[in-house]
């Protein structure tokens, strides 16, 4: 399941955290403004 971050309050939140909500907002603080935290994967590519 993807984490979602407050730019806000920085609390980590589920999507199914949001989906209780009826708009896009942060479930602990209401800011509206929220990003998809990057997964800790690294990817190296080849040049060619």
Partial sequence: MPK??????SKEFD???LAVM????CPYCGYRVIVK???????????G
């Fill in 37 to 47: 935290s990057r997964s800790g994967e690294i990817k190296i590519l080849r040049a």
């Fill in 4 to 9: 979602y971050i407050c730019l806000k309050c």
């Fill in 15 to 17: 999507e199914s955290q």
């Fill in 22 to 25: 009826m708009a896009i907002r």
